[in-house]
């Protein structure tokens, strides 16, 4: 059961364009989300989160977009760099319980 | 310094052995988690322990068995390993927060490979 969806396996982006990366859910109860980028043998660094209460949050280069009534939310990095190449999930969870669901991961290229 | 670190990086055994991985993390965090990326790269939890106490236990084999001596470990032995064990498991911590959601920090992970 797949709570979780990233519908696209790959993506590839111009350097300086903007690069836009979905992720839908099935659970509302979910109520965290969250985006981690992954490079090749490391572990899964942070990026940006989002609470239900707020539908957009902005940390630099990285907005994430929340549409709770599509059970939808979007990375969008502007402007794409080569070191943002990376495979990118995204996670939920339930207030109160610590449990993380991730997607499957969008691997994100970006072309120099 | 490492935030959330993982030894070893790379196990290679054989079926039936039983091994260890070993974590720490030296953010002050009061949740620890262990989760499998398995070969189609799909990240899964495991367990997660709360000041040493366990929390969450999805499902695992009972062969997987957690343990958290302090707050700022958690360590996992796996009995009898089989092949199906062969992945990547990462450990990771969070900080329970006021306004709800907790972010995890992750390790770099360990390679298991069965032979």
């Known amino acids: 059961d797949q709570q979780v969806k990233q519908n696209s396996p790959s993506l590839s982006v111009q350097e300086g364009r903007i690069s836009i990366l979905n992720c839908d859910y099935t659970n509302s109860m979910f109520d965290y989300f969250l985006w981690y980028k992954k490079y090749p043998a490391e572990g899964p660094t942070f990026l940006i989160s989002i609470s239900s209460i707020k539908d957009k949050n902005e940390d630099g280069r990285f907005t994430v977009f929340l549409n709770k009534s599509a059970k939808h939310l979007s990375l969008h990095i502007v402007p794409s760099q080569p070191g943002d190449s990376a495979v990118y999930f995204c996670?939920?969870?339930?207030?109160?319980?610590?449990?993380?669901?991730f997607g499957t991961g969008t691997r994100l290229t970006i072309i120099p | 310094d490492t935030a959330v670190s993982q030894t070893p990086k790379y196990l290679v055994t054989q079926m039936g052995n039983d091994k260890s991985i070993k974590c720490e993390q030296n953010?002050?965090?009061?949740?620890m988690y262990w989760y499998k990326q398995d070969s189609k790269k799909f990240l899964k939890i495991m367990f997660s322990?709360?000041?040493?106490?366990?929390?969450i236990n999805e499902t695992v084999p009972n062969r997987f068995s957690p343990k958290s001596p302090d707050k700022a470990h958690l360590n996992l032995h796996i009995n009898s390993l089989e092949l199906g064990d062969s992945a990547v498991y990462f450990c990771?911590?969070?900080?329970?927060?006021?306004?709800?959601?907790?972010?995890?920090?992750f390790g770099p992970g360990t390679r298991l490979l069965v032979l």
């Open positions: 322990y709360n000041n040493k106490e366990l929390i």
């Open positions: 996670a939920a969870s339930v207030w109160g319980n610590e449990k993380l669901t």
């Open positions: 990771a911590s969070s900080q329970a927060g006021t306004s709800g959601g907790e972010t995890q920090y």
């Open positions: 953010l002050g965090h009061d949740t």
